[in-house]
């Protein structure tokens, strides 16, 4: 399933106002005809959400975790090989936008924008499909607009600086704030004179530490 998916993935790649020559068929038009955007969208929505969207939902303030389906993916990158055919299928492609925004698909795209292990590459996929997505549609780019800020997910590599991400109540804007409580110790940052200072310390230091191997290889001959 893997390389099959790898292979749509490259043949939607094609541009179809550039790649093709007069006369050729369109061969992703040809796939899409038979209800290919359809198909991956089922296969992404039947996954249980990626790991960091499923922790969110579980320490949201409601308490309530409804994943829906919890199928697991069948094989690693089986996550972000469904996004990039959706996003190779979007790109300068109306009617595939459309498509999606009707079938609820954006929102489920959204949440395809996270790091995940199991998917390398999944959030530039993410991206570039969303950038696809919105890309001349403004039926689309109004529904992202539409969207509120609910909450924020807690960011190991901010933690270990000391930091964490908030939402402003009156904005609704996400805001970087310090963790009550921690200190990250600034890193020392050496100039010109004090980096000379250190090195003429250290230089008679280094100097006389050869000077005794020197000593010790003489005596040993």
């Given at each position: ?156 590599e901010l933690a270990r600086l000391g930091l ?52 010790f290889t003489n005596s040993k001959c």
């Amino acid at each position: 399933m893997g390389y099959s998916l790898i292979i749509l993935r490259d043949i939607c790649a094609q541009d179809s106002l550039g790649d093709l020559k007069k006369d050729s068929v369109d061969v992703v038009d040809l796939l899409l005809s038979n209800d290919l955007t359809n198909v991956i969208l089922s296969l992404l929505h039947d996954l249980e959400p990626p790991a960091i969207i499923r922790k969110t939902l579980k320490d949201s303030e409601n308490g309530e975790l409804n994943l829906g389906s919890t199928k697991l993916c069948p094989y690693k990158g089986f996550r972000r090989d469904l996004v990039a055919i959706i996003g190779n299928c979007a790109y300068r492609r109306k009617n595939v936008q459309d498509e999606i925004r009707q079938k609820s698909g954006i929102l489920l795209l959204l949440q395809q924008r996270v790091t995940n292990d199991d998917n390398p590459y999944l959030r530039e996929w993410g991206i570039w499909s969303l950038r696809n997505l919105l890309e001349g549609n403004a039926e689309n780019q109004q529904i992202v607009a539409d969207l509120q800020l609910q909450g924020s997910v807690d960011m190991p590599e901010l933690a270990r600086l000391g930091l964490k991400v908030e939402v402003d109540q009156n904005t609704h804007r996400a805001k970087l704030v310090n963790i009550p409580g921690s200190y990250t110790k600034p890193v020392e940052r050496v100039g010109p004179l004090k980096f000379m200072e250190k090195m003429s310390i250290r230089e008679p230091q280094l100097h006389i530490q050869a000077h005794h191997t020197a000593t010790f290889t003489n005596s040993k001959c």
